[in-house]
């Protein structure tokens, strides 16, 4: 690890978004969506930024690619400031969004990527060759010369992919790379990340899927509510949670309240509980579940339980607890 | 999914309320108010001017003012009432719409009631310029007529853009069509010249538009004729205006069919 | 060399994208062609060439509204589409690529008035006789240069604006008056000249006036060379006024983050 330099170096970061609502009484509000965060990724790295929506990973990632300013920090991408070189870190960088916006849906693949192409500079003795090249590379050659509009949503994130590098960039970033996709296309996807890194490329990417981070990254940053609350590789994060068990109860009817009183269990490091309407899951995270087992349940003998597990813990209730700020790190 | 009512004057007024929203919602309030004030001069200037330079004796500049004025609602009713079936499909608002069950006459109607508003407050507007600003003689004006016109005709012509917003649901766009209409209103409905100036292929089709009596009304109650006087050419709109509507809604029922079966609602 | 490369990918992309939909120039036939008939009834009494005033009045309507209607919307249908991010994450300056894109819709501004002037020939069966078909045609280039530049500046507006629409359908009537496209500007109150004057067009129809009609009886004092001279000026101030826009509205939209939201 030592050695390799920085290629983003993200010192005390924050963007923080003034609106304003209402015609006859202006409501101003000021939401600060990246709240003092720091880290930096190493030449041929994978980062992830990990968290839940509206954390600020899009925030994070426009700024890193120039689109937005920070209010106040500092970043350098590639030795450049971001202020100051924005025209610079253009140049070297891909951007690649998730989602159905940011093509031309009118005009065709080619068309699309002979735009691009040519904003981004490469040159014209190259161009149509490397089109072709990204083209096979994430197999839209068959497709090439049809509207973009009659696309499958797998095929535009794909299109996407090759917007975002038709200019051979050395660091690319990636905004929800695998959202809204099927698995097939997510596993394509992913595949596509993997062979990037081989080949030498710097990716950063973000997501709301754990599995997918601790697939993938070499270290992931777990952002919640604009902060960063965890920043190691998978394993680490995964380490949080050893030496632990975890107390899975399926029950119906469970309440905040009761959830608290978990909480307040001695012997209860964390707890965290997804409430659907037909059942609810609770997760008490502790370290001796013999002991435990007992006074959970007794806290729920007025309720429904459909059933009881005991379970080593994942990564995923790593990253639960990590964003529903129940675990002191 | 928000409760639905069966309750066709619910959905009316909550039809109202969306459209209002949806004209706000990439409009600022700001911008509203600057096309109320502002859309009705320039189009009465540049006819005015115009007809000055053409100095035509049976043209007066009072003629093309009032009847520029009053044109002005067609602009407000027609083209709102078309942008929003557009806007709807832009936003993706018109599935639910169709979906829906609620009464789709209401929301039909709904949707325009505001827009009807919006022209009178645009008339209104245009001939407080026609008489501040453009020296047109309101000295004898009967204003309880000029009132009648006003009403009847943002009704019929709000009618005639809802007739014209049901091609919008099939259509990519209903911009074009509103462009279309507007400014064939501003040759056909006796706007700036008398209907009888076109040739008399044409002259049935203004007929067929509110907008042609509601000039020729406007000018007389100007002038001094009574409610009663100018009853007729009154009538003679609104009629046109309610077979608009009917119009409109069997479009709107028969495009609604052909989207479902041909997918294209959200093509846009 | 890269400045030039992405007003030509530009201007290519432009094309591409109308050839898409070409209807959306509809309206901007329709109206000018529209309000031209109506000229031509009105002037039906009046002596002189007015058939062939009327008709190019009318060519530049369209022209003019084909500017301020693309500098309008193709910078909203980016926002639309969410590509205006794809655009502004590129090395290339904004205003380069907007650049290409005011240069087509000129063009196709330009294909607009001739479009009408030809409509409306049809129609009354006047056939067009231009006095000096060379210096109409100089007169008409160098208008379009002039609209390419004031596209641009509209672009940088209204770029940032939820109203682009707006603005775009408001400042029709208002250009059209300002302009003199369909009577001398000599008619409009004395303060509204130097509004009329600061727009390269309405020197320009001045001289596409005197090319087509061959009198003076229309046109200003300063005559055609004078014309575009002027014209050719406003342009360049135009240019600058647009650099500076520009790079003032990229920080502006990076600091508000307004661009994503329309």
Known sequence: MAGREAVIEVNDLVRVYKTSSGFVRKKRKETVAVDHISFSVEQGELFGLLGPNGAGKTTTIKMLTTLLLPTSGSIKVLGYDIVKDSIEVRKRIGLILGGEKGLYYRITARQNLKYFADLYGVPLSTRDKRIREVLDLVGLQDRADERVEDFSRGMKQRLHIAKGIVHDPELIFMDEPSIGLDPQAARDTRRMIKDFISAGKTIMLTTHYMYEADELCDRIGVITKGKIVALDTPEVLKRLVRDTSVIEVEVFGLTEKLIEDTRRLPGVQAVSATMAEDKQVMRVQVTDPAEMLGKVVAILQDRKVIGVKVKEPTLEDAYLWLVEGDVET | ?268 | ?262
Do not use: H
Not at chain 3, 27 to 48: E, H, S, W, Y
Not at chain 3, 151 to 163: C, E, P
């Open chain 2, 1 to 268: 999914m928000a409760e639905y009512s069966s309750n066709p004057a619910r959905v009316f007024f909550s039809s109202a309320v969306l459209a209002k929203r949806a004209l706000f919602s990439w409009l600022r309030p700001e911008m509203w108010i600057m096309m109320l004030f502002f859309s009705s001069l320039f189009q009465i200037a540049f006819f005015v001017y115009v007809a000055t330079y053409v100095n035509n004796p049976s043209i007066s500049v009072a003629y093309v003012a009032v009847g520029n004025a009053m044109q002005s609602i067609a602009l407000a009713s027609v083209f709102a009432v078309c942008n929003i079936t557009g806007e709807e499909k832009q936003q993706g608002t018109l599935e639910p719409i169709l979906v829906s069950p609620g009464n789709r006459f209401s929301i039909f109607v709904g949707r325009a009631m505001f827009q009807v508003l919006n022209g009178l407050a645009t008339v209104t507007i245009a001939l407080f310029y026609a008489a501040v600003l453009f020296n047109v003689d309101f000295s004898r004006t009967d204003f309880l007529s000029l009132g009648a016109v006003a009403v009847v005709t943002a009704f019929a012509m709000t009618a005639f853009g809802l007739m014209l917003s049901s091609l919008g649901l099939y259509l990519r766009t209903s911009m074009v069509i509103a462009n279309i209409f507007l400014f064939i209103g501003l040759l056909l409905c006796g706007v700036n010249f008398p209907v009888s100036y076109l040739p008399s292929y044409l002259q049935p089709i203004s007929y067929a538009i509110p907008m042609t009596y509601a000039t020729e009304a406007a000018r007389e109650a100007v002038s001094g004729s009574s409610v009663l006087s100018i009853g007729g050419l009154l009538l003679a709109e609104l009629v046109v205006g309610i077979a608009a509507i009917l119009v409109g809604y069997a479009m709107f029922l028969w495009f609604e069919r052909m989207s479902k079966k041909r997918g294209t609602m959200d093509r846009y």
């Open chain 3, 1 to 262: 060399m890269s400045r030039l490369r992405a007003v030509a990918t530009a201007f290519r992309q432009q094309a591409l994208i109308f050839w898409a939909d070409p209807q959306w120039l509809i309206p901007n036939i329709i109206a000018p062609f529209v309000i031209t008939l109506v000229a031509l009834m009105l002037f039906k009494n009046v002596d002189g060439p007015v058939v062939l005033y009327a008709v190019l009045g009318g060519g530049m309507m369209g022209m003019w509204g084909n500017t301020l209607y693309s500098s309008g919307w193709s910078i909203q249908s980016d926002r639309w589409w969410g590509t205006l991010e794809s655009n502004l994450v590129t090395p290339t300056p904004l205003i380069w690529i907007i650049a290409g894109r005011a240069i087509w819709n000129a063009w196709i501004g330009i294909l607009n008035g001739v479009l009408i002037l030809v409509f409306a020939e049809v129609v009354f069966q006047a056939p067009i006789s231009l006095n000096d078909p060379v210096l109409f045609f100089l007169a008409f280039f160098l208008t379009l240069l002039s609209l390419s530049a004031l596209g641009l500046l509209f672009s940088s507006a209204f770029v940032l604006t939820r109203a682009a629409s707006v603005l775009t359908n408001g400042l029709e009537f208002p250009i059209y008056i300002g302009t003199g496209t369909m009577f001398p500007i000599a008619l409009l109150p004395f303060w509204m000249n130097p509004l009329s004057l600061s727009l390269g067009p309405t020197w320009g129809i001045d001289a596409i006036r005197y090319s087509a009609l061959g009198t003076t009886q229309f046109t200003f004092v300063e005559g055609y060379w004078g014309d575009l001279a002027i014209m050719i000026l406003l342009s360049f101030v135009y240019l600058a006024v647009a650099v500076v826009l520009f790079g003032w509205l990229d920080r502006k939209v990076r600091r508000d983050a307004s661009m994503g939201r329309f």
